[in-house]
């Protein structure tokens, strides 16, 4: 654990770092800073479980460098390998100059806005390039930085040696590699926004509401709602029938510890009879294979 900000003012944090295993708790998965007060956040679920915000996460910029953090609480549930997009807050459709909305597709991507009111003092979410921007748990725990904090780039951090690609943290969106599994929590010697992030240009919203990350299961694309049904439930004397409202190309049966029972390929049928006379009493797993290659798992009972 290392202290590396030591400055303490009310509404600034002293922040710690700490080791982060992958896939182990919220990064950062997309961040936009594009024309006028279009700005946004958006967090990413590495884990296979939902994560309560409320009450432990806070984000936002240190100002030109000035290695002080200022933190806005977040709240909100992201589902596992979900995100969820944080947007400045300026929805005034009258509003103009400093006061601008952000423009209607940025507005419909996110699901809150943080801090309308701007003072200089106390201004989270209005990074414009060249304010290192943190991630925060417990108030004080580093998950996450973009930039280097205590650093003003001038205008914007940039891929190293590549003085054409400028100001990749200013007027564009960045989206985070697939392959980073946890966020940055130790300050870099040196931000290269390239090692882990991809540019597109100013006011791109499209990518917003997804991430792609190789924390996420292949198969959790590849499952689909229950879309089978059981009858009766609990299995009675070994027999049962499968109805879906896809075409099914097999059904497999394990047993709670996962051994294979039964298997019955079928040629893309909507109905199903099992049988399995042996099975003793016990909780059982049904596999649907769809003829579309995806599948789904409903536990059954045996009496
Ligand atoms: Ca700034
Ligand atoms: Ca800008
Ligand atoms: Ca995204």
Redesign the pocket.
């Given at each position: 654990m290392k202290k590396f900000l030591l400055c303490t003012t009310f509404a600034f944090a002293v922040l710690n770092s700490f080791a982060q295993n992958n896939c182990s708790d919220i990064f950062i998965?997309?961040y936009v800073e594009g024309s006028g007060n279009n700005k946004a956040i958006?967090l990413?679920n590495p884990t296979s479980l939902p994560i309560l915000l409320d009450g432990s996460y806070s984000m936002g910029r240190e100002r030109n460098g000035n290695a002080l953090p200022m933190l806005v609480e977040i709240s909100g549930i992201i589902q596992p390998y979900g995100?969820r997009?944080f947007a400045l807050d300026k929805r005034d459709p009258n509003g103009t100059g400093l006061e601008a909305p952000l423009a209607a597709e940025l507005l419909a991507a996110a699901d809150s806005f943080l801090t309308p009111v701007y003072s200089q003092s106390y201004s989270p979410m209005y990074f414009d390039g060249d304010d290192a921007f943190f991630l925060v748990k417990n108030g004080d725990q580093i998950l996450d930085i973009i930039g280097k904090s205590g650093e003003d780039p001038g205008g914007g951090w940039w891929a190293l040696g590549d003085p054409s690609t400028r100001w990749w943290t200013a007027n564009h969106t960045i989206?985070?590699k697939s392959s980073v599994l946890h966020g940055v929590n130790v300050n870099p010697e040196v931000f290269d926004p390239s090692l882990e992030w991809d540019s597109l240009p100013s006011d791109t919203f499209t990518?917003?509401?997804?991430?792609l990350c190789n924390c996420a299961p292949v198969s959790v694309e590849e499952q689909v709602e229950n879309t089978f049904s059981i009858f009766p439930n609990p299995v009675l004397e070994g027999a049962f029938a499968v109805k879906s409202s896809r075409m099914m190309e097999s059904i497999t049966l394990y047993s709670a510890d996962g051994r294979l029972i039964e298997q019955q390929n079928l040629r893309s049928v909507t109905y199903s009879n099992v049988f399995f006379p042996k099975a003793e009493a016990g909780v059982y797993f049904i596999e649907v294979i769809y003829t579309d290659g995806r599948k789904a798992v409903q536990k059954i009972m045996a009496r």
């Amino acid at each position: 654990m290392k202290k590396f900000l030591l400055c303490t003012t009310f509404a600034f944090a002293v922040l710690n770092s700490f080791a982060q295993n992958n896939c182990s708790d919220i990064f950062i998965s997309e961040y936009v800073e594009g024309s006028g007060n279009n700005k946004a956040i958006e967090l990413y679920n590495p884990t296979s479980l939902p994560i309560l915000l409320d009450g432990s996460y806070s984000m936002g910029r240190e100002r030109n460098g000035n290695a002080l953090p200022m933190l806005v609480e977040i709240s909100g549930i992201i589902q596992p390998y979900g995100v969820r997009v944080f947007a400045l807050d300026k929805r005034d459709p009258n509003g103009t100059g400093l006061e601008a909305p952000l423009a209607a597709e940025l507005l419909a991507a996110a699901d809150s806005f943080l801090t309308p009111v701007y003072s200089q003092s106390y201004s989270p979410m209005y990074f414009d390039g060249d304010d290192a921007f943190f991630l925060v748990k417990n108030g004080d725990q580093i998950l996450d930085i973009i930039g280097k904090s205590g650093e003003d780039p001038g205008g914007g951090w940039w891929a190293l040696g590549d003085p054409s690609t400028r100001w990749w943290t200013a007027n564009h969106t960045i989206i985070r590699k697939s392959s980073v599994l946890h966020g940055v929590n130790v300050n870099p010697e040196v931000f290269d926004p390239s090692l882990e992030w991809d540019s597109l240009p100013s006011d791109t919203f499209t990518e917003l509401g997804e991430h792609l990350c190789n924390c996420a299961p292949v198969s959790v694309e590849e499952q689909v709602e229950n879309t089978f049904s059981i009858f009766p439930n609990p299995v009675l004397e070994g027999a049962f029938a499968v109805k879906s409202s896809r075409m099914m190309e097999s059904i497999t049966l394990y047993s709670a510890d996962g051994r294979l029972i039964e298997q019955q390929n079928l040629r893309s049928v909507t109905y199903s009879n099992v049988f399995f006379p042996k099975a003793e009493a016990g909780v059982y797993f049904i596999e649907v294979i769809y003829t579309d290659g995806r599948k789904a798992v409903q536990k059954i009972m045996a009496r």
